[in-house]
């Protein structure tokens, strides 16, 4: 069955450091997202992505974060100078068309840990 | 702005207990409500969805009712199994929302044989 695929499933990085996360979306898919799941709290909507541009964000999504499809099959958020309070667990998705018709299939998520 | 509350975890239940987990919402208009299910290791999957008021979604004996009138969407499963045990996240999608969920806080269910 297809899955989206997230890459490292943990990353430890040092604060002020560049961190990318990276996933695989579902071949056929065409809108791709990002979540976050700070410990303890709510998951919460980073930015979606259709056609090459970012669709929608949240104020979450600050100018040092980025999203890029680099080649095709990547889906990658690049955070630029990483905070402590960035320290969460980050869900890909995507979908195949926008999900008021079809289903978004999640990663199982890339666990950040800065320090 | 939209939320969703969703009954805070762990819940601990001995194999074919019955569960509830409650899920209300706010939200304008008529949204879209959802329970995703993260297995130990998986990513998120949708468990099963309703899209209209009195609809009921239901999937693997899970079942839940959107409730307009009480802004509900609770979780509910008449005899859980041990392979039931993850966490269990209930989601909308508002009418002007675009192609964002948002999501409760999860609750983690825990069945002991």
């Known amino acids: 069955e297809p899955e989206v695929t997230q890459t490292p499933s943990h990353q430890v990085t040092q604060m002020g450091q560049e961190v990318i996360l990276r996933c695989v979306p579902i071949?056929?898919?065409?809108?791709f997202y990002w979540y976050r799941q700070i410990l303890g709290q709510k998951v919460e909507f980073l930015v979606s992505?259709?056609?090459?541009?970012?669709?929608?964000k949240s104020e979450i999504f600050d100018d040092q974060f980025s999203v890029e499809r680099p080649d095709g099959s990547n889906f990658t958020l690049k955070i630029r100078s990483t905070k402590l309070e960035d320290s969460a667990m980050y869900f890909c998705?995507?979908?195949?068309?926008?999900?008021?018709?079809?289903?978004?299939?999640f990663g199982q998520g890339t666990r950040l840990t800065v320090v | 702005g939209n939320s969703v509350t969703q009954m805070e975890g762990p819940v601990t239940l001995s194999e074919e207990a019955f569960l509830t987990i409650n899920c209300t919402y706010t939200?304008?208009?008529?949204?879209?409500l959802f329970w995703y299910v993260q297995y130990p290791g998986e990513g998120l999957q949708l468990l099963l969805k309703?899209?209209?008021?009195?609809d009921k979604g239901s999937n693997k004996g899970f079942e839940a009712t959107y409730r307009k009138e009480t802004t509900s969407f609770h979780l509910e499963k008449g005899s859980v199994q041990v392979s039931d045990s993850a966490v269990y996240f209930c989601?909308?999608?508002?009418?002007?929302?675009?192609?964002?969920?948002?999501f409760g806080g999860g609750t983690r269910l825990m069945v002991k044989p």
């Open positions: 998705a995507s979908s195949e068309q926008g999900i008021r018709n079809t289903e978004a299939f």
């Open positions: 071949s056929n898919h065409l809108y």
């Open positions: 992505f259709y056609n090459n541009e970012i669709s929608e």
């Open positions: 939200a304008t208009g008529y949204p879209s």
């Open positions: 309703a899209t209209k008021a009195d």
């Open positions: 989601a909308l999608r508002a009418d002007n929302a675009g192609n964002m969920l948002t």
